[in-house]
């Protein structure tokens, strides 16, 4: 049976060079990097080489990197940890985060917080005039997320950091989806904090990092023993953080240039079935991203055709979401809560072949023709 | 899939029976699923059995939605057919859901509304039969409102 994998913003899998230097961390580099003895440093070494990797890739300074679990406590972090040390209370972000950060955002409003969150238009992008206007002296904080998970659009970052600097505020972005697949430069996009994760990037899961810009006020989210400079204790997860590091430095960006190739591939002809409709942007969209509603099927079901020809996808509708309500992000963008459901999300990779694509493109418009023939719609 | 199915709704999702529409059906019931936004139509043909009760001789649907709602209504086909309208009316989310060896409980509504939507269906039915046989008396009905 093929197995096709389709769902490479869930995760991805890890690459075979990042597994292979991630191993000696296991059973023979085991220290713990807070150790003053051999094996300790021979973990601390470790972890400040990756470290520097990664913030290499930001444009960044090794000591404004900190390492965390992933991308949700990143994001969690800097949120929470900007808004316990700051007098001021509102924090700017827009209605296409992912949950973690509009989870957060709620948590903080029972807490004092206000949280504006910026609509967006039709492909996604925020308007930058609305964003410049809804600062207030207030505003901690402007926090937009980078790639967008669900429809791929990926936002300005430098035309919103000039703003944030123009007007004095923090400028944050979760770069999950966009991390090494489109250019991130804390300094050319003044960014403040910056949220990346390793599993989305051929890394291990469990690890992430947040930047933090020298000099910015926040607390803890982790209080322990002091570790990553006292701003997030537990002992450091270097065979993840290895991984992590290793996974940056094996991008390329031929990869982006042959997931783009495929994705375009893919969107031209799913476009060629009657009555669908591309979510999220063609142009400024995230490499591996593609987003689709197909009038009168549900999203579930073509998900579960596709599966049994062995191919995983992932969908916007309401019928997979635990609290039954269709994707918020679809919503943001217009689409109705029938367009919602009926949406499918096809997510690449480095490793996807034409022939995978071929595949893919040579089953669909029957399960689509099949799941509209036992629809009453019309 | 995110949901864990039994191999039973797969099946009846993957190769769905009695699905489509019966032409000048006796009964139609149509309903949404305020909740996920599905929809479910089920269409009856109803006849006389040997003993002279009502049974639903045919039963067909359409759906759309996920792969629990498409499940539910060609498991609520396959109960209902062939059973006294009687019996087709008692049949409970339980009872399909139990033929599907269970759904996922965030998918139990899916069985909800297949149940709902052959009650419908049979009620659709039983109301076309009342207004069948006192056909004129509607006529008089309608001409009178038309002239007031």
């Known amino acids: 049976m093929k197995s096709i994998y389709f769902d490479n913003a869930a995760t991805t899998k890890v690459d075979d060079k990042v597994l292979e230097t991630m191993l000696p961390y296991f059973a023979e580099k085991y220290g713990n990097a807070s150790s003053q003895h051999l094996k300790g440093q021979e973990a601390k070494i470790a972890l400040e080489k990756s470290r520097k990797i990664i913030a290499k890739s930001i444009g960044a300074k090794s000591s404004e990197i900190y390492f965390t679990s992933g991308g949700t406590e990143s994001n969690n972090f800097a949120l929470k940890g900007l808004f316990s040390n700051n007098k001021k209370n509102h924090i700017l972000t827009t209605k296409i985060e992912h949950d973690c950060i509009l989870n957060t955002c709620k948590w903080l409003e029972t807490k004092g917080a206000k949280v504006t969150y910026l609509d967006v238009d039709k492909e996604g992008f925020v308007n930058l005039n609305e964003l410049e206007r809804a600062i207030t002296d207030k505003t901690i904080v402007v926090s937009v997320i980078h790639g967008n998970n669900e429809i791929g659009t990926i936002q300005n970052l430098e035309a919103i950091g000039k703003i944030c600097k123009k007007k004095n505020v923090l400028f944050h972005t979760d770069a999950c989806q966009s991390f090494t697949k489109v250019p991130i430069n804390v300094e050319k996009q003044n960014l403040d904090l910056v949220t990346l994760n390793s599993h989305k990037i051929h890394g291990p899961k469990g690890v992430g990092a947040l930047y933090i810009r020298e000099g910015t006020k926040i607390t803890p989210l982790l209080h322990g023993g002091g570790h990553e400079r006292k701003l997030r204790s537990s002992t450091e997860n270097v065979s993840g953080i290895v991984g992590f590091a290793k996974a940056v430095k094996v991008s390329k960006s031929e990869y982006v240039d042959k997931m783009i190739k495929l994705r375009d591939k893919l969107i031209d002809r799913i476009l060629k079935i009657p009555n669908v409709k591309l979510n999220g942007p063609k142009e400024n969209r995230l490499c591996n991203n593609v987003n689709i509603s197909f009038n009168n099927v549900e999203g579930e079901a073509v998900g579960g055709y596709l599966e049994q020809k062995g191919i995983f996808t992932s969908t916007g509708s309401a019928c997979i979401s635990h609290s039954l309500e269709p994707s918020h992000v679809l919503k943001a963008i217009g689409l109705s809560p029938a367009q919602s459901n009926s949406s499918l999300r096809i997510t690449i990779s480095k490793y996807t072949t034409d022939d995978e694509v071929d595949y893919f493109l040579k089953v669909l418009p029957g399960i689509i023709k099949k799941l509209r023939r036992i629809s009453p719609l019309k | ?148």
């Open chain 2, 1 to 148: 899939m995110s949901l864990e199915y039994s191999k039973k709704v797969m099946q009846n999702f993957l190769y769905p029976k009695n699905m489509g529409e019966i032409k000048n059906p006796d009964g139609v019931g149509k309903i949404g699923n305020p909740v996920c936004g599905d929809i479910m139509w089920v269409y009856i043909k109803v006849a006389n059995d040997k003993k002279g009760k009502k049974i639903i001789k045919d039963i067909k649907f359409k759906t759309f939605g996920c792969v629990a709602a498409i499940a539910t209504s060609s498991m609520i086909t396959q109960l209902a057919k062939g059973k006294t309208l009687e019996e087709a009316e008692k049949i409970t989310k339980k009872d399909i859901s139990e033929s599907l060896k269970g759904l996922p409980a965030i998918k139990m509504h899916c069985s909800n509304m297949a149940s709902a939507a052959l009650k419908l269906a049979i009620e659709d039915y039983e109301e076309r039969e009342k207004r069948s046989s006192s056909n004129t008396k509607g006529t008089q009905v309608l001409f009178i409102f038309f002239i007031f």
